[in-house]
């Protein structure tokens, strides 16, 4: 460790005056256009501006992670350590001043200046470090533990380029490198002295000690620096501020004094590159890994930087190792860092030179694991080979554990020799491969799904075997969302009309917007309401006009689906109906009464042929319908480009319908489904994931369910699932799906879609589109009739909103705490 000396840890923090108000910001923020920014004060442009408040908010919140910090310090408290390959914050300027209770400061001082608040927030270019949401959920998680004042650290990657920029180009999809860090890094602290060697490939030594022990170390590996970049993550209101650290690597050579002396400059500067390659990029696949050496190598550089951070820390303590459990907890955002539990075995027994049986007690106890997904090919794996190149010693201790553990398994069930293949931390075939799931369950205390459905599923199906070993480690923890962005920030207006009548406790404890339930009835609330959804949906209608030139009636129905394109969350079976809807216009006039507007959004991952298929069918379902005189105002459809947090946000407060169309068993839990509800779009879904908890708290009538549940899902493919059998019973599928492959949506290219259709009709329709196809129909039906009730419509919403309490992931990461990693606020 190369950290610069701290100084004196009592020295005190420079006086803050007692209160800054607007003027105090506003010399602040020209203090920084100035010093910070090298501007002219008298005319700073937008982007200045926003750079100079995120730099004057930055300061605030650095003085307050000191204080936390030393509070943590000093009552000796529990951490919790969340490793996590992705996060996914969104835009920090409006969260932040609302955490920090400055957003009518910031707006007077920026009024003062002559810029407006909106305009200078939407000069942010959010950070899109994560795929979806198991990097959302790492964000959401984060800012509950600080509004909770727990004694956490996120820990990441600084990726250089985040999940890429997606533009939509003659209907198709085409990415760009997201370069979030061009306007450079005005909400964190680069620490370039503050750096931990992680080490790779090389070979394994084994030798014998002068007191006769088996010794191993590694020899000529290659290393490469991990430098800390730390955010900060405000609690609200509550002067508690927690660090996200993410790593980005730096080459080792440069600490080598010799490195550039040695006469090949141009040689010497390529190994820098290939070594800082390391954060360049996030994979941008979610729920299929790529499978790729460079992934391994961000996973295991995560994990060694990270243990290393947490042991220097631990070791200050001065307390024996078996006290490591007792003072901290790290948990495993999915198996992606799940080295980490190999390399703390390496740690306390080839560095610190415990005993195997010793070292193995710790870990067990320090380590928490949640899964987030039951899909097979999201199941992580590495080839063995390829394990053992990159990481020869993390490999030999796998092993260790395996046989250890599959010794203890032959023992609890000796007539079941069957039970070691399938559990085996490593899977014998032609070829062998790490099972990293099987790895994280054996070496953690507990696992977790992260919906009642799905963690049912873990137990009884995917990893049925490991609960009959280790029963007592499974458990639920339901997802939730952060209020404070996915209401209070996102939707501003309804925020107010809340707090107006129900006081401002449920922005902490969402529980309290049960509150509301009595002004259901109220005539005024109603109209409030209704006045404000309106007024969203007018704002978003706006948006849509200037980025893609199409106009939308804000009255129609918005029927929303945007998320992550997979073929399992079909977006496919949502524009089989938009054409059926469609044909019914033209077919008989009339029939259609509720106009509505479809709003799709979400990216594909780049080597996903069928998803971006996908993509590119809606858009020319999109062209195909927009352009139909005879539809006028009745159907409109609309993808936007590029969905991320910043887009979300506008979207979700204008939604009335919102898509959760998931087959029955694949969606682990959604998040997005809780964020509409939250703002008061109804739900269109299956039983799947957290929409089925959703039901059980806003009740049956209030949202509309349909389709297979996740066991008849199971019988039908068992019993030989035939897709074919629903297109030739229902002549409106049919209809459908022959103009799909006759190129009715590409008459330039007739046979561009046709593989669609095969995917359903000839290989199998792996994700049921068809046998959901006529209860959807049917279920939507259902939802424009409601619609047409315009009070009984805003009566739902009203209860989708109130009933949503339980889906605070502060009540979540409460669970966490209490259940799981046994730690309590500061
Ligand atoms: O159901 C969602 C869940 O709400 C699930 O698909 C998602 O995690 C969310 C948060 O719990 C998820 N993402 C991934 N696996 N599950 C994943 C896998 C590999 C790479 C990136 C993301």
Same mark, same amino acid.
């Given at each position: 460790m190369t950290s610069q000396n701290s100084g004196n840890r009592k020295s005190r923090l420079p006086e803050a005056p007692a209160t800054r108000p607007a003027e105090s910001l506003k010399q602040d923020i020209l203090r920084h256009v100035l010093y910070s920014l090298g501007r002219d004060t008298e005319r700073p442009d937008r982007q200045t501006v926003f750079r100079a408040l995120a730099l004057s908010l930055r300061d605030r919140l650095v003085e307050k992670w000191i204080a936390s910090q030393r509070d943590i310090y000093s009552r000796s408290s529990k951490r919790v350590y969340y490793l996590s390959l992705e996060f996914l914050p969104g835009p920090f300027l409006r969260e932040n001043l609302i955490a920090l209770g400055l957003e009518n400061e910031a707006r007077e001082a920026l009024t003062d200046m002559g810029f407006g608040l909106d305009d200078v927030a939407d000069e942010e270019y959010e950070p899109g470090l994560g795929n979806g949401g198991l990097g959302r959920l790492a964000s959401c998680y984060l800012d509950s533990m600080a509004t909770l004042r727990l004694p956490a650290y996120g820990y990441g990657i600084h990726y250089a380029y985040g999940i890429f920029y997606q533009l939509i180009k003659e209907g198709r999809q085409v990415e760009r490198a997201d370069n979030w860090l061009r306007g450079g890094t005005h909400w964190e602290f680069e620490r370039s002295h503050y750096v931990h060697p992680v080490r790779f490939y090389g070979q394994v030594r084994e030798w014998v000690d002068e007191q006769g022990r088996l010794r191993h170390s590694l020899e000529n590996a290659t290393t490469v620096m991990a430098m800390a970049c730390d955010m900060f993550i405000p609690g609200h209101k509550n002067d508690y501020v927690l660090n996200m650290r993410l790593w980005a690597a730096k080459t080792s050579r440069e600490f080598e004094f010799s490195f550039f002396n040695t006469g090949d400059y141009i040689g010497a500067v390529e190994e820098k590159i290939r070594d800082e390659n390391i954060s360049m990029v996030l994979y941008p696949n979610d729920e299929a890994p790529e499978g790729k050496e460079l992934r391994l190598k961000q996973q295991f550089f995560l994990v060694s930087a990270t243990i290393q951070d947490i042991v220097r820390r631990f070791r200050k303590k001065g307390i024996a190792w078996d006290q490591l459990p007792r003072?901290?907890?790290?948990?495993?955002?999915? +198996?992606?860092?799940?080295?980490?539990?190999?390399?703390?075995?390496?740690?306390?027994?080839?560095? %610190?030179?415990?005993?195997?049986?010793?070292?193995?007690?710790?870990?067990?106890?320090?380590?928490?694991?949640?899964?987030?997904?039951? #899909? =097979?090919?999201?199941?992580?794996?590495?080839?063995?080979?390829?394990?053992?190149?990159?990481?020869?010693?993390?490999?030999?201790?796998?092993?260790?554990?395996?046989?250890?553990?599959?010794?203890?398994?032959?023992?609890?069930?000796?007539?079941?020799?069957?039970?070691?293949?399938?559990?085996?931390?490593?899977?014998?075939?032609?070829?062998?491969?790490?099972?990293? @799931?099987?790895?994280? &369950?054996?070496?953690?205390?507990?696992?977790?799904?992260? @919906?009642?459905?799905?963690?049912?599923?873990?137990?009884?199906?995917?990893?049925?075997?490991?609960?009959? &070993?280790? =029963?007592?480690?499974?458990?639920?923890? +339901?997802?939730?969302?952060?209020?404070?962005?996915?209401?209070?920030?996102?939707?501003?207006? #309804?925020?107010?009309?809340? +707090?107006?009548?129900?006081?401002?406790?449920?922005?902490?404890?969402?529980?309290?917007?049960?509150?509301?339930?009595?002004?259901v009835n109220s005539e005024g609330f109603h109209r409030a309401w209704m006045e404000v959804r309106l007024r969203n949906k007018h704002k978003l209608a706006e948006y849509i006009r200037d980025k893609n030139g199409i106009t939308v009636m804000p009255e129609s129905l918005f029927d929303v689906h945007v998320k992550r394109f997979h073929e399992y969350k079909r977006q496919l079976l949502n524009v089989l109906h938009v054409i059926a809807l469609y044909n019914r216009i033209r077919s008989s006039p009339g029939s259609v009464t509720v106009p509505r507007t479809y709003i799709f959004g979400g990216k594909a991952a780049p080597g996903y042929y069928m998803a971006k298929h996908i993509i590119r069918l809606i858009n020319s379902v999109a062209y195909t319908i927009n352009t139909d005189p005879r539809v006028g105002d009745l159907l409109k459809v609309v993808f936007l480009q590029n969905y991320c947090v910043t887009l979300a946000e506008r979207i979700i407060p204008a939604t009335d319908l919102s898509e959760q169309i998931s087959t029955a068993g694949m969606e682990a839990s959604g998040t997005g489904n809780m964020k509409f509800a939250l703002n008061g779009a109804i739900t269109i879904g299956t039983h799947d994931g957290a929409n089925i908890e959703i039901m059980e708290h806003v009740g049956n009538e209030n949202l509309f369910l349909f389709g297979l549940l996740s066991h008849e899902v199971n019988?039908?493919?068992?019993?030989?699932?035939?897709?074919? #059998?629903?297109?030739?019973?229902?002549?409106?599928?049919?209809?459908? *799906?022959?103009?799909?492959?006759?190129?009715?949506?590409?008459?330039?290219?007739?046979?561009?879609?046709?593989?669609?259709? %095969? @995917?359903?009709?000839?290989?199998?329709?792996?994700?049921?589109? *068809?046998?959901?196809?006529?209860?959807?129909?049917?279920?939507?039906?259902?939802?424009a009739n409601a619609f047409m009730d315009q009070a009984a419509w805003a009566r739902m919403s009203m209860l989708n909103t109130s009933r949503m309490g339980f889906f605070s992931s502060d009540r979540a990461v409460d669970e966490y705490a209490k259940d799981i990693w046994g730690v309590s606020g500061v």
């Open positions: 003072k901290n907890v790290i948990h495993l955002n999915e +198996t992606h860092p799940a080295v980490a539990i190999p390399e703390l075995m390496r740690i306390l027994v080839d560095e %610190e030179l415990l005993t195997w049986e010793e070292a193995w007690y710790i870990c067990v106890r320090t380590f928490a694991y949640t899964n987030h997904t039951v #899909l =097979p090919e999201a199941l992580e794996v590495w080839p063995e080979d390829l394990f053992r190149r990159l990481l020869p010693r993390h490999l030999q201790i796998i092993h260790e554990i395996n046989r250890r553990f599959l010794h203890d398994v032959r023992r609890q069930f000796p007539n079941d020799p069957n039970i070691l293949g399938r559990v085996s931390l490593v899977h014998e075939g032609e070829s062998r491969w790490v099972r990293m @799931s099987h790895l994280a &369950i054996v070496g953690s205390f507990s696992v977790n799904g992260v @919906s009642a459905h799905h963690s049912e599923i873990l137990k009884e199906s995917v990893f049925h075997d490991f609960y009959k &070993i280790f =029963p007592e480690r499974f458990n639920n923890k +339901t997802n939730g969302i952060t209020p404070r962005r996915w209401l209070r920030q996102c939707n501003p207006t #309804l925020a107010w009309l809340i +707090t107006e009548h129900i006081g401002p406790e449920w922005l902490t404890d969402l529980a309290q917007l049960k509150k509301l339930e009595p002004y019988e039908m493919r068992s019993q030989g699932y035939n897709p074919r #059998l629903f297109y030739e019973r229902d002549s409106e599928l049919r209809e459908v *799906l022959d103009m799909i492959a006759g190129g009715f949506f590409s008459p330039s290219e007739p046979h561009l879609f046709r593989d669609v259709v %095969e @995917s359903l009709l000839n290989h199998g329709d792996r994700y049921m589109v *068809l046998a959901d196809f006529r209860s959807y129909v049917y279920r939507q039906q259902d939802a």
